[in-house]
């Protein structure tokens, strides 16, 4: 996302990053209180229900269902990419390195990825969460070691700017600019209500689940800017080279700056930080659409079948399968029918 930002906004990065925190900080207390008062895995589509009725919650369920599933597809594409660009640089093979352009084993290697996800997501919810720590500590210290180093090399990049306050102001931003870029920095933040998605399932469910909401569009944040502030001053937002702008990276940006920040080999940690982030999240993303897919079901907007629940692992296994099934299908039409 951060050079997909850059194209419309350059510098201003950080400016949209907490424009688009605003709206979700606000959703995720409004979240957080309506947890507390009415708990229930369908969140947004239960909610809206209770308080505008069947239709406005019919179009809010599948409305979270559609998107959740792009993101899900997205995800795995990401961890497409980065897989063939660990494997084929720690072999030292370019053509294995660049293999995921290749759209046919590109599809067949996100299949591969979607289908552990889906089982993992299936599974209890426990084993699945344990997992996520190891996932979510080892992203994040990696990332943090990552925007630490950037900053130090920036003075002596080549492409490098100074940091200035002045990427907070919307000033010099038109608002088409501003409302491109608020679009890809929400985007960025999806995600942040997987927890609540789960408040059924949670210890101390009228606290647990709303406090880690909050944290979460929080903690988000904080990494977004640190990176985002990182990179930008390091690289710059130009159109060539490294800059963040140019569009011949624009789409993978941490492919081209790894290497030229961490050196030989330390920048294939940021290869697998991202791989792991992409599994994590493809994991994470699960949750809240096989949840509301399961409130759904058990509110006869969908068959009865969405609200089964699997006897022993005690998740809404047949709602988590066809999330996955709706991801492969949604990756694998749009792969080859559009950029």
């Known amino acids: 996302t951060i050079g997909l930002l850059a194209g419309d906004v350059g510098e201003k990065t950080p400016f949209v990053f907490v424009l688009g925190f605003i709206p979700m900080f606000f959703a995720a207390y409004a979240y957080r209180e ?3 008062a009415v708990p229930d895995c369908g969140t947004s589509f ?15 369920g599948w409305t979270a269902v559609l998107a959740t599933v792009i993101v899900i597809s997205n995800l795995a594409g990401i961890a497409v990419q980065f897989f063939y660009q660990l494997i084929g ?7 294995l390195a660049g293999l995921w352009h290749n759209k046919p084993v590109n599809v067949l290697t996100c299949l591969a990825f979607l289908s552990p996800a889906t089982f993992i997501a299936s599974r209890q919810v426990a084993p699945t969460a344990h997992l996520q720590y190891v996932l979510v500590g080892f992203q994040l210290t990696v990332l943090l070691v990552f925007a630490v180093a950037a900053i130090i090399e920036s003075s002596s990049s080549g492409t490098g700017v100074s940091f200035s306050l002045d990427w907070f102001s919307p000033q010099g931003l038109t608002v088409s600019a501003i409302v491109a870029g608020l679009s ?5 933040f999806w995600g942040w209500d997987s927890a609540l998605t789960l408040n059924e399932e949670t210890k101390d469910a009228d606290k647990t689940s709303g406090r880690a909401g909050v944290l979460a569009v929080v903690s988000i944040l904080c990494t977004y800017l640190l990176v985002s502030i990182a990179v930008i001053m390091y690289a710059g937002v130009g159109e060539t080279g490294l800059g963040l702008a ?10 081209a700056v790894a290497m030229p920040i961490r ?17 994590a999240s493809l994991i994470s993303t699960f949750l809240p659409t096989s949840r509301t897919l399961l409130a759904m079901g058990t509110y006869k907007a969908l068959p009865e ?3 089964a629940i699997h006897p022993r692992h005690l998740t809404p296994s047949f709602a988590t399968l066809v999330a996955g099934a709706g991801a492969a299908i949604f990756y694998t039409v749009l792969t080859f029918l559009s950029q």
């Open 34 to 36: 309506l947890n507390r």
């Open 46 to 60: 239960t909610w809206t229900t209770k308080a505008f009725g069947p239709y406005v919650g019919w179009l809010g």
């Open 89 to 95: 640089d720690v072999v030292n093979n370019e053509w």
């Open 184 to 188: 890809g920095s929400i985007f960025a």
């Open 246 to 255: 140019n569009p011949e990276i624009s789409d993978n940006v941490f492919g």
């Open 263 to 279: 050196g030989d080999p330390w920048y294939l940690l940021l290869f697998a930080a991202v791989l792991v982030s992409s599994a």
């Open 305 to 307: 079948r969405f609200a």
